[in-house]
């Protein structure tokens, strides 16, 4: 077992550019005077510990090190720095040389006091002699998602900050690694909820290991996030199996740009090791804690994505109402006043115009979605009482067909009802009449439900899929020509969008409430931007337009909040006349 243990650093230093089709070169680099011990510079500490029991990564054991600053006093929170690999990075005869580095800047004040906490990767140690010990180091490293944030956050620093004093504020914070550790450290300030906005990464395995070549894609698509990254990589770094880390490293720098980051990076002709990236880590620290206290912020100025369009610069998600179970169906009437469901306690709330909130209903029957109809009244699909009914606005309750088991539904203009039921994986129509059909056997698991703005077709989402279909409208209301049209973004550790209740807008943009946020697609069906959900609140499960001049986008979340964000859009109400729509581009 020891011996088996031993080899793990040998692992780590494996120079995988052997295995790729470039010959290796002899690199020479200048070095920074900040690499090199300078006379009456007082040292930092090193203290070595070992972590287990983790449950986010369970089974695991890890050695990690924490490099603490001569200037740190104890009633001063001191900024923070984690690196993956953390033998490496800790070690003053590697590479980096960090613990001089940072004993040199943080004296010469290019950066502050500063505590750094090396990590090295999880291994599972073996039960029978002589069998193979489980090495985590890709599985948390390259894999997506927020695991390895979470790690980070709720288990390793809580830790360290037992024994010391570190800054709760983001923009204290930095993060750096090597290859698979460097798509972890930009990961963990991808995900981690803005709990890291100071990113260094060095030859970047951001290809297609465990889904990280999708991350150029995704910075293009999601709203800015106040991340300041420099990133390092050279020509000759490897080109294997999971694609070209050199184009995958440009591509990333390609949509930093594209999405306004503050970003900068330096390309050399090296392989897949730290020896470009060593030589300039003074560089890049002095680069990514310029100007600090200042905060790193989103630039929406510089950005060419949908978001400044979209978005107002500054304006963020805020809180409507909260302490309801799992929030549903927001809809608003003539007046500005929201309505949702509180599906947990089979409750509908109404909010005033000057942000007041009531009960609606007292006994909802477990209604879901909710709509208003031309009439002015409040439809709603009422899932346990199996009935499509309509309030008015003193709450007066009618039924408008029963029998089935609706889960959400949308009011034409012209009063033509649609409402979906996913037990039966069926689109139901409720004629002007009051006549009851079937408009489609969707054969999927449809959810939401919309028209869009000129109100020429219908959207049926699949929740257990990833497309939202849509439907061409007859003439007598009903449907034809379904397609799978409306392309979603899928979570890198998910199966399904699990895309629920939508909007459009006046341009004929379709909003879809998806695990991964709010999806923005064009007309064509291509997402263009994700909103996700707001920090420290879970899916969003619907998404409606408001505020006085339908430029407020609402949204109901699966933790019982619904938040609110004013836009630069105008929503398109489907109880209101449909709008003309220009031809998009194609």
């Known amino acids: 077992m020891k011996k088996i243990i031993a080899l793990i650093p040998l692992l780590l230093s494996i120079n995988f550019n052997s295995f790729s089709d470039k010959k290796p070169l002899q690199e020479s680099y200048p070095v920074d005077p900040a690499s090199v011990k300078q006379t009456g510079v007082p040292e930092g500490v090193i203290t070595q510990y070992k972590f287990k029991g983790s449950k986010i990564f369970p089974g695991t054991e890890r050695d990690y090190w924490v490099y603490v600053p001569a200037q740190y006093k104890k009633e001063t929170p001191a900024a923070l720095m984690v690196f993956q690999d953390g033998k490496n990075f800790s070690n003053v005869k590697r590479p980096s040389k960090m613990p001089i580095v940072f004993d040199n800047l943080i004296h010469s004040k290019e950066m502050p006091v500063t505590i750094a906490v090396c990590i090295n990767p999880g291994v599972v140690p073996v039960v029978k002699e002589g069998t193979q010990p489980r090495y985590n180091r890709s599985y948390e490293y390259d894999g997506m998602g927020a695991d390895y944030a979470k790690f980070l956050n709720e288990e390793i620093l809580p830790e360290v900050e037992k024994n010391y004093n570190i800054s709760q504020d983001p923009n204290a914070r930095g993060i750096s690694g090597s290859s698979s550790g460097a798509i972890a450290a930009f990961n963990a300030a991808w995900y981690g909820e803005d709990t890291f906005r100071r990113v260094y990464t060095i030859v970047g395995t951001f290809v297609g290991l465990r889904g990280g070549d999708g991350l150029p894609t995704l910075i293009r698509k999601l709203e800015p996030k106040p991340i300041r990254i420099f990133l390092q990589d050279g020509s000759n770094d490897n080109n294997l199996y999971g694609g070209s880390w050199w ?76 302490g309801h179970g799992l929030t549903e169906g927001p809809a608003v009437n003539e007046k500005g006043d929201l309505f949702f469901t509180d599906l947990g306690k089979s409750k509908i709330h109404k909010v005033n115009k000057e942000g007041k909130v009531s009960t609606f209903v007292e006994e909802s029957g477990g209604t879901n979605g909710l709509a208003f109809g031309p009439d002015g009244l409040l439809y709603g699909a009422r899932r346990d009482a199996q009935q499509i009914v309509a309030w008015d606005a003193n709450g007066k309750m009618k039924v408008v067909t029963k ?19 996913p037990k039966t994986k069926t689109l139901w129509m409720v004629k002007k009449d009051g006549t009851r059909v079937v408009a489609d056997y969707c054969g999927f698991s449809c959810n939401g439900v919309m028209l869009s703005a000129d109100q020429s077709r219908l959207f049926v989402a699949d929740y257990g899929g990833r497309f939202v279909y849509t439907y061409q409208l007859k ?112």
Not at 403 to 421: A, Q
Not at 551 to 563: A, P, Q, S, W
């Open 247 to 322: 184009d995958m490293n440009r591509a990333m720098v390609g949509s930093f740009k594209f999405s306004g980051y503050e970003m900068d990076y330096e390309w050399g002709e090296g392989g897949h090791n730290q020896k470009h990236g060593a030589a300039i880590f003074p560089k890049a620290m002095r680069y990514i804690w310029k100007d600090y206290p200042k905060p790193v912020t989103t630039h929406y100025e510089n950005s060419m994505s949908k978001s400044l369009k979209m978005l107002i610069e500054n304006e963020k998600w805020e809180l409507v109402s909260e």
């Open 403 to 421: 029998g089935v088991k609706p889960n959400d539904l949308v009011v034409s203009h012209e009063g033509v009802i649609y409402f979906t039921e």
């Open 475 to 586: 003439a007598d209301g009903g449907v034809a020509h379904k397609q799978a049209y409306f392309h979603l973004h899928i979570p890198v550790n998910g199966s399904r969008s699990k895309a629920d209740g939508m909007a459009v807008d006046q341009s004929g943009w379709l909003f879809t409430a998806t695990e991964m946020g709010v999806q923005i697609s064009d007309q064509p069906g291509r997402v263009h931007l994700i909103l996700p959900p707001p920090k420290g609140s879970s899916q969003i499960t619907n998404v409606t337009f408001g505020g006085e001049k339908w430029d407020t986008l609402y949204i109901t979340c699966g933790d019982g909040k619904v938040f609110k964000r004013k836009t630069n859009l105008v929503g398109a109400l489907a109880w209101k006349a449909p709008i003309k729509l220009d031809k998009p581009r194609l």
